[in-house]
């Protein structure tokens, strides 16, 4: 049982001190009353849960899980991005060139063998393994704290 006198002296000895929001999230965090203050100040319609099997795996604030989105789609845009600037491809293969008996040259170009080959660069780029997607999630996650 909690010693209700105490509540009081530590609420003054916090307001002493002036605490920074950060340093107030550091306490908390310390604690472990993290989720428990999320759930408690965030309106239950706010909050995203996502479950396998009734078991809670995570649970954003849906602020959260917009940020954690946007952070994957950015990720990998500069991924694909890397990977298309730094492709090779092969055009003689996707561009056909004809003269006709009246000197007229027609070009033709084969879109989709372009879009193959770029969709080929973009799946080599990204690894789709459970534990390369894992890691890439928690390593998402880690750098949301961060922020």
Known sequence: MMNKSIVPIVIAALKEIELD??????IINEVGM??????QLTPQNDIVELERDEEIMVRFTQ???IEYTREIQERCKQVTFEAIKNESFD???????????????SVEFDEDSLYREIECVIDDAFETDDDSVFDEATNVIQFMKKV
């Open 21 to 26: 929001g950060e340093t107030m999230e550091r």
């Open 34 to 39: 993290r989720d428990q203050m999320i759930k």
């Open 63 to 65: 602020q959260q899980l």
């Open 91 to 105: 055009f003689e293969n996707m561009v056909e060139l004809e003269l006709s008996y009246d000197k007229q040259i």
